[in-house]
């Protein structure tokens, strides 16, 4: 803001000029609006199911700093390895890429840097405080796992107690090794039991007396029983040898003790459990059809997935419904069957059928597999608890109406996603710790706000972000993938991942590239140790680093005066 040139020997000050210098002309009066950096959320982080701090984890990440990407990462999710297998990434139908060129290939990203934390050993660090309160978990999958993570990194003592006979729940019972390798699954458990989780596997809490007693005996406790009581059709008899639940099919296949259903398997169902039921029977031998309510394209499994069950040699008839059941005796099943239009209700679980006039058909099958669903058994844990809709009632807060108690996961919600799980119990856990602290007459304690706004496409200036293909993974050749079980998905490559991560837009999150200080016509923006700052005497208001702005975190705002 000097007369001076930047090189040479001074410029003459004009005659007219009484200061030598423009930082006495305050231009910033003339001002209605005013620059400001912000601090604003994705819209990947808006849609993710455990809030997750996408930007700032792939910001490190591309900085080479796996481990600090990982931490970030973990602050909310426990399981990236996981997640990045299974999630069904909301966050990427959301991401403002998508609408430039391809969404951003978060949940590989996410799988890459989770792997890495598995390779190099990381763990979590065990609470240098203890602080008062014991909370019991009854339930060992992905909510229960989270909550008791979420709890110990705050300090509190935690005890959990899993029916089953090794910690994971649906992760380990339900979803095959082909989709989430054992490795992978135990090490991340390994990691929050190792913090000082005291784990009672084993221990079926499944009456309304032991419920009483776990909350007599602790602070707060924590339901996430899931939902186990598989939905059934009424028109088959379950006690027949021909017929099988998905859960218990798929628990018996994963424990490595399948059960011996003829060769020919119709699988009835169109969401992920009835999937990995269809492709965990084709990787035992038998001849599997699917047959699914929904149009291929109304199916509520991942698109990929059905993809990966047909490359394997499934059969899909979609669009349709089982009518009847004849026995041919040696010759096993007659199917009648019948074509339906399926129409979506407004909430997960609701739907409206139409049968297709003159429509009927039939199949041939040894044996049946019904995977449409489960329901949560809410009357073990007796009186006092609100119930709606088949599904344990809870608040805001996650609270249920008993005193004390909270729930989560599969037993509260239709959100049947394990990453929905996760971000349930991470927000029961916090829910927990400001009702201990509070009974203890902390009054300061309150859930984290953010007044931003979800970042638009339109406050990217894309003109720094050429366009770039979308990070592609392999699989493993059908089939061979049908002769072990081996993962079917292939994760990123270092370059891969690196280069992935360039395409991310950082939406609200400032990277520092200082455009807002170089555009700037009057010299009204200034670097400072941790960012910038808007000099108001000087700021016209006119917009420009706003609209250079690679990130999307500035914005113009209104003064009133």
């Not at 040696?330 to 069957?337: A, E, F, I």
Request: aromatic share 6%; proline share 4%.
């Amino acid at each position: 803001m000097s007369a001076a040139t930047s090189v040479g020997a001074p410029a003459p000050i004009p005659a007219t000029w009484t200061t030598g210098s423009t930082t006495a002309i305050m231009t910033g009066t003339w001002r209605a609006s005013l620059a400001t950096h912000i601090k604003a959320p994705a819209p990947c982080h808006g849609a993710c199911p455990v809030s997750g701090d996408i930007a700032e984890w792939i910001g490190l990440a591309r900085a080479r700093d796996f481990h600090a990407s990982w931490q970030v990462l973990a602050r909310h999710n426990p399981f990236p390895s996981i997640a990045g297998r299974i999630c069904h990434h909301p966050c990427e139908s959301a991401c403002n890429r998508a609408g430039y060129d391809e969404a951003l290939s978060i949940c590989k990203l996410e799988r890459f840097v989770g792997d890495q934390a598995l390779a190099q050993g990381w763990s979590f660090e065990v609470p240098a405080v203890a602080q008062p309160g014991h909370v019991a978990i009854v339930g060992g999958g992905p909510s229960g796992l989270s909550a008791a993570f979420q709890l110990r990194r705050m300090g509190f003592a935690v005890t959990l107690y899993e029916a089953q006979a090794e910690l994971g729940g649906l992760m380990r019972y339900g979803i095959p090794a082909y989709r989430l390798a054992r490795d992978v699954l135990d090490g991340e458990i390994a990691r929050i039991v190792a913090m000082g989780v005291k784990v009672h596997c084993g221990r079926r809490i499944d009456s309304a007396d032991g419920l009483r007693a776990l909350r007599e005996q602790h602070d707060a406790l924590y339901l996430a029983l899931g939902a186990a009581r598989n939905k059934r059709l009424p028109t088959l008899d379950y006690t027949k040898a021909w017929v099988c639940d998905g859960a218990a099919f798929l628990a018996a296949a994963n424990g490595g003790k399948p059960l011996a259903l003829g060769r020919r398997l119709l699988v009835i169902g169109g969401g992920s459990a009835a999937l990995d039921a269809a492709r965990s029977a084709r990787r035992l031998g038998h001849e599997v059809t699917l047959m699914a309510l929904e149009q291929q394209a109304q199916l509520p499994a991942q698109a990929e997935e059905v993809h990966e069950a047909l490359e394997e040699g499934i059969a899909l008839i979609d669009g349709a419904r089982l009518d009847a059941v004849s026995a041919a005796g040696d010759s096993g099943l007659t199917l009648q069957c019948s074509r339906v239009l399926f129409v979506a209700g407004d909430q997960r679980g609701q739907f409206t059928l139409t049968p297709v006039a003159g429509s009927g058909f039939t199949i041939e099958a040894d044996a049946i597999v019904t995977s449409i669903g489960q329901d949560p058994d809410l009357s073990l844990l007796g009186e006092g608890f609100a119930s709606a809709g088949g599904l344990l009632l809870t608040d805001a807060q996650l609270a249920t109406s008993a005193a004390g108690v909270f729930a989560g996961g599969d037993m509260t919600s239709m959100a049947r996603f394990v990453t929905e799980a996760i971000g349930m119990g991470q927000r029961a856990a916090q829910a927990i710790a400001r009702e201990l602290r509070q009974r203890l007459g902390d009054a300061s304690v309150s859930a984290a706000d953010c007044s931003e706004a979800l970042v638009p496409l339109a406050a990217i200036s894309t003109f720094y972000h050429p366009r770039r293909e979308r990070a592609r993974t392999g699989l493993l050749d059908a089939r061979e993938r049908l002769a072990s079980v081996v993962e079917v998905q292939l994760g990123l490559e270092i370059e891969q991942a690196l280069a992935e991560s360039e395409r991310c837009f950082s939406c609200g999150t400032c990277i520092f590239c200082d455009n807002c200080v170089v555009y700037c016509p009057d010299m009204a923006v200034k670097r400072v140790d941790d960012g910038y700052t808007v000099l108001t005497d000087f700021c016209k208001g006119c917009g420009v680093c706003v609209k250079e702005c690679p990130t999307g975190s500035m914005k113009m705002q209104e003064e009133l005066r």
